[in-house]
T-cell receptor, first 110, second 113 residues
Framework: GQQLNQSPQSMFIQEGEDVSMNCTSSSIFNTWLWYKQDPGEGPVLLIALYKAGELTSNGRLTAQFGITRKDSFLNISASIPSDVGIYFCAGLYNNNDMRFGAGTRLTVKP | NAGVTQTPKFRILKIGQSMTLQCTQDMNHNYMYWYRQDPGMGLKLIYYSVGAGITDKGEVPNGYNVSRSTTEDFPLRLELAAPSQTSVYFC????????????FGDGTRLSIL
Protein backbone atom coordinates (compact mmCIF):
# COMPACT_ATOMS: atom_id res chain seq x y z
CA GLY A 1 0.00 0.00 0.00
CA GLN A 2 1.60 3.24 1.18
CA GLN A 3 4.97 1.59 1.76
CA LEU A 4 7.94 3.38 0.17
CA ASN A 5 10.69 1.21 -1.25
CA GLN A 6 13.96 3.12 -1.35
CA SER A 7 17.00 1.83 -3.19
CA PRO A 8 19.81 1.23 -3.02
CA GLN A 9 20.18 0.64 0.73
CA SER A 10 23.81 1.76 0.61
CA MET A 11 26.34 3.08 -1.85
CA PHE A 12 30.12 3.31 -1.74
CA ILE A 13 31.45 5.69 -4.36
CA GLN A 14 34.60 7.58 -5.26
CA GLU A 15 34.73 11.34 -4.86
CA GLY A 16 33.67 12.99 -8.10
CA GLU A 17 31.26 10.24 -9.15
CA ASP A 18 27.56 10.81 -9.74
CA VAL A 19 24.95 9.16 -7.51
CA SER A 20 21.39 8.10 -8.22
CA MET A 21 18.80 6.78 -5.78
CA ASN A 22 15.05 6.31 -5.98
CA CYS A 23 11.84 5.60 -4.14
CA THR A 24 8.92 3.62 -5.50
CA SER A 25 5.48 2.68 -4.24
CA SER A 26 2.31 0.99 -5.43
CA SER A 27 0.33 3.99 -4.13
CA ILE A 28 -0.03 7.52 -5.50
CA PHE A 29 1.62 10.31 -3.52
CA ASN A 30 0.77 14.03 -3.61
CA THR A 31 4.16 15.35 -2.52
CA TRP A 32 7.68 13.97 -2.54
CA LEU A 33 10.41 15.26 -0.25
CA TRP A 34 14.08 14.35 -0.05
CA TYR A 35 15.97 14.72 3.23
CA LYS A 36 19.58 14.16 4.34
CA GLN A 37 20.46 13.02 7.84
CA ASP A 38 23.91 13.35 9.40
CA PRO A 39 24.87 11.22 12.45
CA GLY A 40 23.26 12.41 15.67
CA GLU A 41 21.10 14.99 13.94
CA GLY A 42 17.61 15.29 12.56
CA PRO A 43 16.89 15.13 8.83
CA VAL A 44 17.35 18.30 6.80
CA LEU A 45 15.25 19.03 3.73
CA LEU A 46 17.07 18.95 0.38
CA ILE A 47 14.32 19.20 -2.23
CA ALA A 48 10.50 19.32 -2.24
CA LEU A 49 8.41 18.23 -5.26
CA TYR A 50 4.72 19.02 -5.66
CA LYS A 51 3.68 18.17 -9.24
CA ALA A 52 3.92 15.03 -11.33
CA GLY A 53 6.85 15.37 -13.74
CA GLU A 54 8.42 18.21 -11.76
CA LEU A 55 12.22 18.34 -11.98
CA THR A 56 13.94 20.48 -9.35
CA SER A 57 17.60 21.22 -8.65
CA ASN A 58 19.41 22.41 -5.56
CA GLY A 59 23.07 22.93 -6.42
CA ARG A 60 24.51 19.54 -7.39
CA LEU A 61 21.28 17.78 -6.41
CA THR A 62 18.41 17.10 -8.81
CA ALA A 63 15.17 15.35 -7.96
CA GLN A 64 12.12 14.41 -10.01
CA PHE A 65 8.49 13.64 -9.18
CA GLY A 66 7.56 10.64 -11.30
CA ILE A 67 4.84 11.00 -13.94
CA THR A 68 2.82 8.17 -12.41
CA ARG A 69 3.10 9.88 -8.96
CA LYS A 70 4.30 6.55 -7.58
CA ASP A 71 8.01 7.24 -7.66
CA SER A 72 10.75 9.82 -7.29
CA PHE A 73 14.49 9.90 -7.79
CA LEU A 74 17.40 11.94 -6.48
CA ASN A 75 20.67 12.49 -8.33
CA ILE A 76 23.86 13.94 -6.87
CA SER A 77 26.48 15.03 -9.38
CA ALA A 78 30.23 15.21 -8.77
CA SER A 79 30.05 13.89 -5.22
CA ILE A 80 32.26 15.36 -2.49
CA PRO A 81 33.16 13.97 0.97
CA SER A 82 30.56 16.10 2.77
CA ASP A 83 27.81 14.32 0.79
CA VAL A 84 28.28 11.40 3.19
CA GLY A 85 25.12 10.65 5.15
CA ILE A 86 21.75 8.95 4.93
CA TYR A 87 19.29 10.18 2.33
CA PHE A 88 15.56 9.66 2.89
CA CYS A 89 12.66 10.04 0.56
CA ALA A 90 9.30 10.97 2.05
CA GLY A 91 5.91 10.92 0.40
CA LEU A 92 2.64 12.51 1.43
CA TYR A 93 -0.35 10.23 0.95
CA ASN A 94 -3.90 11.57 1.18
CA ASN A 95 -2.66 14.93 2.56
CA ASN A 96 -2.38 13.60 6.12
CA ASP A 97 -0.19 10.49 5.95
CA MET A 98 3.55 11.06 5.63
CA ARG A 99 5.66 7.98 4.85
CA PHE A 100 9.44 7.71 4.80
CA GLY A 101 11.69 5.33 2.92
CA ALA A 102 14.25 3.28 4.85
CA GLY A 103 17.09 5.47 3.58
CA THR A 104 20.16 5.22 1.35
CA ARG A 105 23.46 5.32 3.24
CA LEU A 106 26.06 7.10 1.11
CA THR A 107 29.81 6.72 1.64
CA VAL A 108 32.20 8.83 -0.44
CA LYS A 109 35.85 7.80 -0.63
CA PRO A 110 38.27 10.69 -1.17
CA ASN B 1 16.46 31.22 15.92
CA ALA B 2 16.65 27.95 17.83
CA GLY B 3 14.22 26.16 15.48
CA VAL B 4 12.96 22.90 16.97
CA THR B 5 14.39 22.00 20.37
CA GLN B 6 14.04 18.57 21.94
CA THR B 7 14.89 17.54 25.49
CA PRO B 8 16.35 15.35 26.81
CA LYS B 9 18.93 14.17 24.25
CA PHE B 10 19.35 10.77 25.92
CA ARG B 11 17.36 8.81 28.47
CA ILE B 12 17.33 5.31 29.90
CA LEU B 13 14.08 4.05 31.37
CA LYS B 14 13.06 0.89 33.16
CA ILE B 15 10.13 -1.14 31.85
CA GLY B 16 6.87 0.29 33.16
CA GLN B 17 8.21 3.75 33.92
CA SER B 18 6.68 6.83 32.33
CA MET B 19 8.26 9.94 30.89
CA THR B 20 7.56 12.96 28.74
CA LEU B 21 9.70 13.97 25.78
CA GLN B 22 9.66 17.71 25.34
CA CYS B 23 9.53 19.58 22.05
CA THR B 24 9.29 23.30 21.44
CA GLN B 25 9.55 25.41 18.29
CA ASP B 26 10.01 29.15 17.92
CA MET B 27 9.05 29.51 14.26
CA ASN B 28 5.30 30.01 14.87
CA HIS B 29 4.57 26.87 12.87
CA ASN B 30 1.05 25.48 13.00
CA TYR B 31 1.90 21.84 12.34
CA MET B 32 3.99 19.70 14.67
CA TYR B 33 4.92 16.02 14.49
CA TRP B 34 6.46 13.20 16.47
CA TYR B 35 8.35 10.43 14.69
CA ARG B 36 10.29 7.42 15.83
CA GLN B 37 13.30 6.04 13.96
CA ASP B 38 14.40 2.47 14.56
CA PRO B 39 17.90 1.31 13.50
CA GLY B 40 18.26 1.07 9.72
CA MET B 41 14.73 2.28 9.17
CA GLY B 42 12.98 5.39 8.02
CA LEU B 43 10.90 7.58 10.28
CA LYS B 44 7.42 6.53 11.31
CA LEU B 45 4.81 9.12 12.29
CA ILE B 46 3.45 8.67 15.81
CA TYR B 47 1.18 11.71 16.26
CA TYR B 48 0.76 15.08 14.68
CA SER B 49 -1.00 18.34 15.43
CA VAL B 50 -2.39 20.93 13.03
CA GLY B 51 -2.66 23.61 15.70
CA ALA B 52 -3.13 24.27 19.39
CA GLY B 53 -5.78 22.02 20.87
CA ILE B 54 -5.86 19.57 17.93
CA THR B 55 -3.99 16.28 17.70
CA ASP B 56 -4.30 13.24 15.41
CA LYS B 57 -2.86 9.76 15.27
CA GLY B 58 -0.17 8.85 12.80
CA GLU B 59 0.99 5.45 11.62
CA VAL B 60 2.20 4.09 15.01
CA PRO B 61 0.33 5.82 17.89
CA ASN B 62 -0.10 2.89 20.29
CA GLY B 63 1.63 3.38 23.65
CA TYR B 64 1.96 7.15 23.27
CA ASN B 65 -0.03 10.26 24.09
CA VAL B 66 0.38 13.88 23.05
CA SER B 67 -1.08 17.27 23.87
CA ARG B 68 -0.85 20.67 22.21
CA SER B 69 -1.86 23.40 24.62
CA THR B 70 0.23 26.08 22.91
CA THR B 71 1.53 26.68 19.38
CA GLU B 72 5.11 26.30 20.59
CA ASP B 73 5.01 23.05 22.59
CA PHE B 74 4.14 19.49 21.63
CA PRO B 75 5.16 16.99 24.35
CA LEU B 76 5.07 13.23 23.79
CA ARG B 77 4.23 11.00 26.75
CA LEU B 78 5.04 7.36 27.29
CA GLU B 79 2.84 6.02 30.10
CA LEU B 80 4.13 2.45 30.53
CA ALA B 81 7.50 2.13 28.82
CA ALA B 82 8.09 -1.12 26.93
CA PRO B 83 11.30 -2.44 25.31
CA SER B 84 9.64 -2.07 21.88
CA GLN B 85 9.66 1.70 22.45
CA THR B 86 13.47 1.82 22.44
CA SER B 87 14.15 4.16 19.54
CA VAL B 88 15.28 7.62 18.51
CA TYR B 89 12.42 10.11 18.65
CA PHE B 90 12.27 13.17 16.42
CA CYS B 91 10.01 16.15 16.73
CA UNK B 92 9.36 18.32 13.68
CA UNK B 93 7.29 21.30 12.63
CA UNK B 94 6.01 22.83 9.41
CA UNK B 95 4.33 26.12 8.72
CA UNK B 96 0.90 25.45 7.27
CA UNK B 97 0.59 21.87 6.12
CA UNK B 98 1.98 18.36 6.03
CA UNK B 99 3.08 18.94 2.43
CA UNK B 100 5.35 21.76 3.55
CA UNK B 101 9.04 21.15 4.39
CA UNK B 102 9.42 19.92 7.94
CA UNK B 103 12.08 21.24 10.33
CA PHE B 104 13.43 18.58 12.65
CA GLY B 105 14.96 18.64 16.10
CA ASP B 106 18.14 16.70 16.85
CA GLY B 107 16.30 13.78 18.41
CA THR B 108 15.94 12.04 21.76
CA ARG B 109 17.64 8.66 22.07
CA LEU B 110 15.51 6.52 24.41
CA SER B 111 16.48 3.09 25.74
CA ILE B 112 14.09 0.98 27.78
CA LEU B 113 15.65 -1.85 29.76
Amino acid sequence: GQQLNQSPQSMFIQEGEDVSMNCTSSSIFNTWLWYKQDPGEGPVLLIALYKAGELTSNGRLTAQFGITRKDSFLNISASIPSDVGIYFCAGLYNNNDMRFGAGTRLTVKP
Amino acid sequence: NAGVTQTPKFRILKIGQSMTLQCTQDMNHNYMYWYRQDPGMGLKLIYYSVGAGITDKGEVPNGYNVSRSTTEDFPLRLELAAPSQTSVYFCASSKTGMNQPQHFGDGTRLSIL
